[in-house]
């Protein structure tokens, strides 16, 4: 009579776990005409993300008039040392074509043209770096945000694992997890400050200046010198 007892029990668990495990294992597999969809894999590219956002798209189109100053003096700069160099380069083609160039002039041209190339290079770079320090710093305004989107994307998606883009040689669509990240980051930050705090530097800046202050206060102190031997002295 107890075994009856027991085995009736024993099937009532049973049953009333059967409808969730029928449930997992009646879902439907889907699939695309390339094949089976594998569940919880995604792919996606966070640079496209990035520069997709709302807020970068925003800033973009904000930061020529921030900066418009800066912009209109490396123009002008820019449009100063063509002009620099433009009888340069013509009287450089000019000598090239005579009937027997001399070489050691069109070198000694060509060197100087190089050097002024560089030098012009170097400034207009100067002048820019404001806007560049500024383009920097709202990419990385948005890029903190970004894991935080990934995993909400995830957990929606119920995806696990999470592939760059760049790294899959080929994928169907339904894997791309681009949008999903793009919608969560839109709504975790829908702007950006074009003007980075005084003193700011990019991300990779601020890591190297820290490892080489850890590796200055680690280096060992200089040992004192010895203080040098008396010498003997003689009989």
């Known amino acids: 009579m107890q075994n009856r007892i027991f085995a009736a029990f024993v099937a009532a ?10 449930a997992q294992a009646a879902a439907p597999v889907q699939s ?18 990035v520069g997709a956002s709302a807020a970068y798209k925003t800033a973009m189109v904000q930061l020529p008039v921030t900066y418009k100053a800066q912009i209109d003096a490396v123009n002008t700069r820019r449009n100063q040392i063509t002009a620099q160099l433009k009888p ?10 005579a009937a027997k160039p001399d070489q050691a002039a069109l070198r000694t041209q060509a060197a100087q043209i190089q050097q002024l190339e560089q030098s012009a290079e170097r400034e207009i770079q100067q002048m820019a770096e404001p806007l560049n320090v500024a383009q920097q710093y709202i990419i990385e305004q948005i890029s903190d945000k970004l894991t935080a989107a990934t995993q909400a994307a995830m957990t929606k998606r119920k995806i696990t694992l999470v592939f760059d883009s760049q790294s899959v040689l080929k994928a169907d669509a ?15 930050i829908p702007s950006v400050q074009l003007v980075p705090p005084a003193g700011w530097l990019p991300r990779a800046q601020r890591e190297a ?8 206060g680690a280096a060992p102190a ?14």
């Open 13 to 22: 668990l049973a049953l009333g776990t059967a409808p969730q495990a029928m």
């Open 174 to 188: 339904v894997y791309n997890l681009n949008q999903d990240i793009l919608n969560e980051l839109n709504t975790l």
């Open 32 to 49: 695309t005409p390339g094949g089976i969809i594998a569940p919880g894999i995604a792919y996606a590219n966070a640079q496209a993300v």
């Open 209 to 216: 200046a820290a490892q080489q202050a850890a590796a200055q």
């Open 88 to 97: 340069l380069y013509d009287k450089f083609e000019a000598d090239q074509k």
């Open 222 to 235: 200089a040992a004192p010198a010895a203080p040098a031997g008396k010498a003997p002295e003689g009989r």
